[in-house]
């Protein structure tokens, strides 16, 4: 297993975060619509699916999350999590963010992904928790939102939170 805990990286917009902030980001809000999320969620998110995309495609010797299951039962999974990154990128250049298209294929899905509305809402209470800390214009926002968007791969089934999901 690779060792990433200090790994620091930068993107065009020269957004710096470690692999901790990108962690803390990135795991409790992937089933959201990335227009929730600030700049610092969005360059977590983008870098971590890419990597969870090389981790479907065995191009990684990184260990598996747990979170890449509903991926997996996709028909065709890379489809699907190059389908995820395409509406994460499509949000990054409508906020003017320069982030590299070719890291994914142009080979997408139009079928979903079930998740639940449990886990849904758990994620935008934690990104509402973040936001204050980080980025009080967009926590104000989602003051008055009672359920958001998922990410458009995804569809919206009755149920509580993900096991997976529940940051301790």
């Known amino acids: 297993m690779l060792n990433y805990s200090t790994y620091r990286w930068i993107t065009d917009q020269k957004l710096y975060l470690t692999y901790q902030e990108q962690a803390d980001v990135y795991h409790e809000v992937r089933s959201l619509h990335p227009k929730y999320l600030d700049s610092k969620g969005l360059v ?5 699916e890419l ?3 090389a981790v479907l495609m065995n191009k990684t010797r990184l260990q598996e999350p747990s979170q890449l299951e509903r991926f997996k039962k996709a028909e065709d999974p890379v489809a699907a999590i190059d389908t995820y990154l395409l509406n994460v990128y499509k949000e990054t250049c409508s906020r003017g963010y320069r982030f590299n298209k070719d ?3 142009d080979r997408f899905t139009k079928s979903t992904i079930k998740v639940i509305n449990g886990q849904i809402s758990y994620e935008l209470e934690h990104l509402r928790r973040k936001l204050r800390l980080r980025d009080s214009s967009r926590s104000s926002k989602l003051e008055g939102l009672t359920f958001p968007l998922p990410n458009p791969v995804f569809s919206i089934v009755e149920g509580d939170v993900e096991p997976w999901g529940v940051v301790h």
């Not at 977590?44 to 971590?48: I, N």
Request: charged share 45%.
């Open 51 to 53: 990597l969870a995309r």
């Open 44 to 48: 977590a998110l983008w870098r971590e």
């Open 103 to 105: 890291k994914i294929e």
